[in-house]
């Protein structure tokens, strides 16, 4: 069992290792979108990942997997809702013509968005719970954000420091005079 569990962890870092590198597009005047294919390559590292973590027997696996991966398209719709709105009350911040009845109805629906999330996510651990240990799901959570912190260590550019604008970015201080 170690000895697969060894091949999983290598496997794991090869893809991780190959997908930054194939994943930084030439720079260009309009973003790209991701490659399919790039995206596949990260979402089986991240299975990889989070099956080595959190120590999954097989049995386990056949009931995780299919509840997990409807917990992210969920999470990932509800977040991506919860972005447009916020983006919207960064444009109404902007402009100097939103009335404030608009901007607080925007902040309501904002914070209800949110609220949503934390249903959400408050249900799937129930039903993880159901399928799996409680230190399991617990190690679901660790393994999550430690494959994301290691994705974002990996994305960034030589030379960024914190606090450092990237691409895009404007530094919202005024210059010193």
Not at 33 to 52: C, F, G, M, V
Not at 87 to 107: F, P, Y
Not at 133 to 160: N, Q
Request: with cysteine.
């Amino acid at each position: 069992m170690r000895s697969i569990k060894r091949l999983v962890i290598t496997l794991a870092g090869v893809i991780l290792l190959s997908v930054p590198s194939m994943a930084q597009p030439a720079a260009q005047e309009h973003p790209v979108q991701p490659d399919p294919e790039n995206k596949e390559k990260l979402e089986s590292a991240r299975i990889a990942y989070l099956t080595t973590c959190m120590d999954l027997t097989p049995e386990e696996a056949t009931k995780f997997w299919p509840v997990y991966n409807e917990y992210c398209k969920v999470i990932s719709e509800a977040r991506k809702v919860s972005r447009k709105q916020f983006h919207e009350i960064q444009r109404m911040t902007d402009g100097k013509n939103t009335s404030e009845a608009a901007m607080k109805k925007q902040l309501m629906d904002y914070i209800d968005g949110l609220k949503k999330d934390d249903e959400l996510e408050r249900l799937y651990l129930d039903e993880f719970l159901k399928i799996l240990p409680v230190e399991k799901v617990a190690l679901m959570y660790v393994a999550e954000e430690d494959f994301r912190i290691k994705m974002i260590k990996m994305w960034k550019k030589p030379g960024m420091e914190k606090g450092t604008p990237g691409p895009g970015k404007h530094n919202s201080k005024p210059a010193a005079k």
